[in-house]
């Protein structure tokens, strides 16, 4: 069978961070990464206390520094992305450990990695202490088109189920000998990407059928419904409504 | 019998004698014109346990899916306790009869198994305790209420199989139908499921090749080939007719010897 028992974002726990409403969350965390994205980024110690404050929820929600400084490592080709800019933006030149780079290349490259980071750090805080399902759940309620919210459902539902067709059919391409080695293998897995693509659209016409048996006319009938209360609404607001303090005295200051 | 769907009005009104399913003079052809189903005659009293058998390509997918409209007859009417399968009535129709697919990762597409449980219900417009009750009153029938929690790729073969009965019991279906129930079932997911299947008060209609399945399961089997009923008797009398059996390309397994069996009382 697939993996865990949830999903490897997912960090079990009861902390009050993990027992907030999951539109609650989601929006905060929006609110979080507009406020984060509109700050000068000459203010840097802005972004020091954005920092911060999202060790702070980290610590309220009982998630350790390191599991969510690894889960940041997909952040990685953005960074090299970035890590770039100071080359090849033009303008005037400063020299930074003997190596000439442009001062407009070091400011855009700063700015993409200190609001990059942030936003991920905050997604993955969100991640780590929301259900896959829950997140699905606070999309719905936050009124995202339920077209979209069925196809990441049916997503998170049939990942395992195509992941392990893949599997089977590399079993299947190995145990006949055939070793990916090269160009000249290519053809095989397109021909095998193309399979499964046709396994999954055939598989999406059976699960199709079965619903249309049950009853399905085009909307999902919503049975969880996720409510929150003023209260619980107050205590997510807290990280924007702090971050929008910084932002508002970034650009004062 | 409560209708789930109080809210969609049935014009038919609901007769109490009519036999679970009756399918007169039922004729099919595919688009591209191959005919799979030439005239099929069936009735299916309520709470009788009938066995659908056939060769592949014998129309046996073909007739399951006009049971619920998925198809529409060409010729012939399909009624489901007295109410025909008509566009005006699909609902209530899909209600009424439950199909169990042969693959439960087709039939379980809901994130976990109570919400998979409570798609059919909730579809028809049940909500809050009683959505609730219906679920679990569903789960349990089958054995899996401490599964309700889980998401069903989390679950063994055997279970999924017996969620997916569960998802269209929940409809309090008039009839249900199973295809292929005991395909890719070990030994004890098969003797699991057939102790469940008989501890239900409903009509059951089973499509499968598994012929000691349906001996063990159906009193009565019938038998289409070429897209018609072939033969409908007793299921012992048919499986022991070896001309008919060798006719439409059906075999006892190896050894296997439907004489010497005594069937369980239902």
């Given at each position: ?253 | ?155 063994s073969f055997g279970q999924r199989r017996r969620v997916a009965v569960a998802t269209v019991l ?33 009509t059951v209609l089973m499509v499968t090749h598994d012929l000691p399945y349906a001996l063990e ?50």
């Open positions: 069978m697939g993996a865990g028992h949830a999903h490897k974002l997912y960090r079990h726990g009861h902390s009050p961070v993990h027992d907030l409403p999951p539109h609650c969350k989601l929006a905060a965390v929006f609110c979080f990464v507009l406020v984060v994205v509109s700050t000068p980024r000459e203010a840097m110690w802005a972004f020091g206390l954005y920092a911060a404050l999202l060790a702070a929820v980290a610590a309220v929600a009982r998630v350790p520094a390191g599991f969510l400084l690894k889960r940041l490592v997909v952040e990685v080709p953005f960074v090299a992305f970035a890590l770039l800019m100071p080359f090849v933006v033009p303008g005037e030149q400063t020299s930074v450990l003997g190596v000439s780079v442009s001062v407009p290349g070091l400011w855009g490259a700063w700015n993409v990695l200190a609001k990059a980071t942030l936003g991920v750090a905050a997604s993955v805080l969100l991640a780590s202490t929301t259900e896959l399902r829950a997140v699905l759940l606070g999309l719905q309620r936050l009124k995202l088109p339920p077209l979209l919210v069925q196809i990441a459902s049916f997503m998170i539902r049939y990942g395992d189920v195509v992941t392990d067709e893949m599997r089977r059919m590399s079993i299947a391409r190995r145990s006949r000998g055939f070793e990916a080695r090269g160009v000249r293998q290519w053809r095989v897995l397109a021909a095998s990407a193309g399979a499964l693509f046709i396994r999954s659209y055939e598989r999406g016409e059976r699960v199709h059928l079965a619903m249309v048996s049950r009853g399905y006319t085009g909307a999902m009938p919503v049975i969880d419904e996720a409510t929150a209360t003023r209260t619980q609404w107050a205590y997510a607001a807290a990280l924007p409504a702090l971050a929008l303090a910084v932002c508002l005295l970034g650009w004062t200051l | 019998m409560d209708p789930v769907t109080s809210s969609t009005e049935s014009t038919e009104p609901f007769t109490d004698d009519a036999p679970s399913l009756e399918v007169s003079g039922l004729a099919y052809a595919y688009p591209d014109g191959h005919q799979a189903l030439f005239g099929v005659n069936l009735t299916v009293c309520r709470g009788e346990r009938v066995a659908l058998l056939g060769p592949n390509g014998a129309g046996k997918t073909t007739l399951v899916l006009h049971l619920n409209g998925i198809l529409d007859a060409g010729s012939g009417t399909v009624r489901v306790a007295g109410l025909p399968v008509a566009k005006r009535n699909l609902a209530e129709i899909r209600r009424r009869v439950g199909i169990v697919f042969q693959d439960p990762d087709d039939q379980l597409f809901m994130p976990t198994v109570r919400e998979d449980v409570a798609f059919g219900p909730a579809t028809a417009g049940l909500r809050g305790p009683e959505l609730e009750e219906r679920v679990l009153g569903a789960l349990k029938q089958v054995g899996m209420e401490e599964y309700a929690a889980r998401p069903p790729h989390h679950l929940a409809m309090e279906p008039e009839i249900l139908v199973l295809d292929e129930p005991s395909s890719n079932l070990d030994p004890a997911s098969r003797r699991e499921l057939a102790d469940i299947l008989r501890s239900l008060d409903v399961l159906c009193p009565r089997a019938v038998i289409l080939s070429e897209g018609v009923i072939a033969a409908d008797d007793r299921t012992q009398d048919l499986l022991c007719d070896e001309k008919l059996m060798r006719s439409h390309r059906l075999e006892l397994p190896f050894g296997f010897d439907p004489r010497s069996v005594s069937i369980p009382s239902a």
